[in-house]
């Protein structure tokens, strides 16, 4: 079940809520019970599923954060 984060405006706690991706947009009550959250970006993390995936197959081989091209 996806887990959404949540931060709340009165307090400014930060918490999770796991719910059904149906539900997401639901407004969510923070742990000490104020009602003004807001719903905060998250960031996905996209991989590939090795040869024949949607990615087109494995990482290309090399160092660094691109591949070595960069000379990092």
Do not use: I, W
């Amino acid at each position: 079940m996806p887990r959404y984060e949540f931060r709340c405006r009165a307090c400014g706690d930060t918490f999770e809520v796991n719910r059904p991706m149906a539900a997401a947009g639901e407004p969510a009550t923070c742990p000490q019970g104020h009602a003004d959250t807001v719903k905060l970006l998250s960031a996905v993390a996209v991989t590939g599923r090795g040869a024949g995936g949607p990615f087109g197959g494995a990482a290309p081989a090399g160092g660094g954060c691109c591949g070595g091209a960069c000379g990092c």
